[in-house]
């Protein structure tokens, strides 16, 4: 059966052909990534709430699910039934989150499909729980913007309340994981990015005022606990959630919110900057708070790349861009330069793979417009012959790629390609940066 487009998405298709009239080879691209979300992941279930399978996986994470809907957002402005599945998406991961907050993937039913050997506090419900500092962040920033973009405060309740108090205490405890956390991860005849060390404690950190994660956006486990992108993104939703209390009068969780985001970014500022020999001061990607640090970035969001797309710092913060001429260069050790495009790849996937969301976030973080329309070619001539996007390619064969049915990519292109046109979500850094650009010209 064939899904039938709402008006208001064909609206924002019909923009971008507008935008692009000489360049059908795009046009398709757009279209065809841009209902990818909507017309094959997307899952209305019977008590209001809404699926979202990640596209060949058919279990949904809390972080994709939120990205993939993101840029329905801007059609949700003006289509009530858009807002309406979109809320219910939220819904869905609020009841997630408080099944169990170090899960990072569920069943759409207490099915117990998934990695249900994992040694670790498993459920029927749960496809996987690798626990992830994003996983918390992505929901709340999500159900921000939607207030943000249709006006509805329905979804700041008490829902939302125990919501936040459910990540308070958990991000509370993990600011000493070696004394105070509960959670311990194994699984047994994997590669080693997919289990814990120490009997599934992880490796060891002292406290920072940072919060400790198992494992990077890329499901890969992490080499040291605190992971500075994911903190970075838990400072901004906090942010979030304080403002979104003043809705429902709650002063106390407010406060909560504020203190602890000053913790975190104290902790950022202390420990995870570094002054490179090459490219000055930085941030790092990861720290264990005694020193040893990681230089990298990972292609998946959060990311160093991404710190003003998220809304950590300003585009222009000095620190910021140091940090992105280290991480565009040789000296990232998952940079590739290739015959089709240059980019950000990830341990995750193949050596020499440049992933679509990395292409994505570095044209969204950009004020370059030359730098725009290099990335728009790499999207262009990187599908693999598709029209899609995928999660890797080979930077000399795009042909090769890992994941021909992965939504999250496809959105993070559409997202890409609506900027460009000055389009973006109301709420979000990057629409307060296109305002900002189209003020100065």
Same mark, same amino acid.
């Given at each position: 059966m064939t899904t039938v487009i709402p008006e208001s998405m064909q609206k924002l298709i019909q923009h971008v052909k507008e935008f692009f009239p000489e360049d059908e080879k795009l046009q398709h691209m757009f279209e065809q990534c841009f209902v990818n979300t909507y017309t094959t992941t997307l899952k209305k279930q019977e008590d209001g709430k809404t699926f979202v399978i990640t596209g060949d996986i058919p279990a949904m994470w809390l972080r994709d699910s939120a990205a993939q809907v993101r840029p329905y957002l801007l059609a949700a402005e003006e289509d009530e039934e858009m807002a309406t599945l979109l809320e219910g998406v939220i819904r869905q991961q609020f009841d997630f989150i408080l099944h169990d907050p170090y899960a990072n993937a569920f069943n759409q039913t207490a099915n117990g499909k998934g990695h249900q050997t994992d040694l670790t506090k498993m459920t029927p419900h749960i496809w996987e729980?690798?626990?992830?500092?994003?996983?918390?962040?992505?929901?709340?920033?999500?159900?921000?913007?939607?207030?943000?973009?249709?006006?509805?405060?329905?979804?700041?309740?008490?829902?939302?309340?125990?919501?936040?108090?459910?990540?308070?205490?958990?991000?509370?405890?993990?600011?000493?994981?070696?004394?105070?956390?509960?959670?311990?991860?194994?699984?047994? +005849?994997?590669?080693?990015?997919?289990?814990?060390?120490?009997?599934?404690?992880?490796?060891?950190?002292?406290?920072?005022?940072?919060?400790?994660?198992?494992?990077?956006? %890329?499901?890969? !486990?992490?080499?040291?606990?605190?992971?500075?992108? !994911?903190?970075?993104?838990?400072?901004?939703?906090?942010?979030?959630?304080?403002?979104?209390? +003043?809705?429902?009068?709650?002063?106390?969780?407010?406060?909560?919110?504020?203190?602890?985001?000053?913790?975190?970014?104290?902790?950022?500022?202390?420990?995870?900057?570094?002054?490179?020999?090459?490219? /000055? +001061?930085?941030?790092?990607?990861?720290?264990?708070?005694? /020193?040893?640090?990681?230089?990298?970035? +990972? !292609?998946?969001?959060?990311?160093?790349?991404? !710190?003003?797309?998220? /809304?950590?710092?300003?585009?222009?913060?000095?620190?910021?861009?140091?940090?992105? %001429?280290?991480?565009?260069?040789r000296d990232n050790p998952y940079y590739y330069e290739g015959k089709y495009a240059n980019g950000i790849g990830s341990p995750h996937t193949p050596d020499h793979y440049i992933w679509h969301i990395a292409l994505a976030i570095q044209g969204m973080t950009t004020t370059s417009e030359e730098e725009k329309q290099e990335i728009l070619a790499y999207f262009k001539q990187t599908d693999g012959g598709t029209n899609f996007m995928h999660e890797g390619f080979d930077a000399d064969c795009p042909e090769e790629f890992t994941r021909d049915w992965f939504a999250w990519a496809n959105t993070m292109f559409s997202e890409f390609v609506l900027s460009l046109t000055g389009k973006a979500v109301k709420g979000s850094p990057l629409y307060d940066q296109l305002m900002k650009s189209h003020s100065n010209l």
């Amino acid at each position: 059966m064939t899904t039938v487009i709402p008006e208001s998405m064909q609206k924002l298709i019909q923009h971008v052909k507008e935008f692009f009239p000489e360049d059908e080879k795009l046009q398709h691209m757009f279209e065809q990534c841009f209902v990818n979300t909507y017309t094959t992941t997307l899952k209305k279930q019977e008590d209001g709430k809404t699926f979202v399978i990640t596209g060949d996986i058919p279990a949904m994470w809390l972080r994709d699910s939120a990205a993939q809907v993101r840029p329905y957002l801007l059609a949700a402005e003006e289509d009530e039934e858009m807002a309406t599945l979109l809320e219910g998406v939220i819904r869905q991961q609020f009841d997630f989150i408080l099944h169990d907050p170090y899960a990072n993937a569920f069943n759409q039913t207490a099915n117990g499909k998934g990695h249900q050997t994992d040694l670790t506090k498993m459920t029927p419900h749960i496809w996987e729980r690798k626990y992830e500092i994003d996983s918390l962040c992505y929901p709340i920033q999500l159900a921000y913007l939607f207030w943000k973009s249709t006006g509805r405060t329905t979804l700041i309740n008490d829902t939302f309340k125990q919501v936040m108090e459910t990540i308070i205490q958990v991000w509370r405890t993990e600011q000493d994981h070696e004394n105070h956390s509960p959670y311990r991860f194994e699984r047994t +005849d994997c590669r080693q990015s997919d289990t814990l060390i120490r009997e599934g404690k992880g490796g060891r950190v002292v406290p920072t005022g940072m919060t400790w994660s198992a494992f990077r956006p %890329s499901d890969d !486990a992490c080499t040291y606990g605190y992971l500075v992108p !994911a903190n970075m993104f838990a400072v901004v939703i906090l942010g979030y959630a304080a403002e979104m209390c +003043d809705v429902i009068n709650q002063t106390a969780l407010k406060e909560e919110c504020l203190k602890l985001r000053e913790e975190i970014q104290s902790g950022i500022e202390q420990y995870a900057k570094l002054d490179h020999p090459i490219h /000055g +001061d930085m941030f790092v990607y990861e720290t264990d708070g005694e /020193g040893r640090v990681n230089l990298m970035d +990972d !292609a998946n969001v959060p990311s160093l790349l991404a !710190a003003p797309y998220l /809304g950590y710092l300003p585009y222009g913060d000095p620190t910021y861009l140091n940090t992105r %001429s280290f991480l565009l260069s040789r000296d990232n050790p998952y940079y590739y330069e290739g015959k089709y495009a240059n980019g950000i790849g990830s341990p995750h996937t193949p050596d020499h793979y440049i992933w679509h969301i990395a292409l994505a976030i570095q044209g969204m973080t950009t004020t370059s417009e030359e730098e725009k329309q290099e990335i728009l070619a790499y999207f262009k001539q990187t599908d693999g012959g598709t029209n899609f996007m995928h999660e890797g390619f080979d930077a000399d064969c795009p042909e090769e790629f890992t994941r021909d049915w992965f939504a999250w990519a496809n959105t993070m292109f559409s997202e890409f390609v609506l900027s460009l046109t000055g389009k973006a979500v109301k709420g979000s850094p990057l629409y307060d940066q296109l305002m900002k650009s189209h003020s100065n010209l």
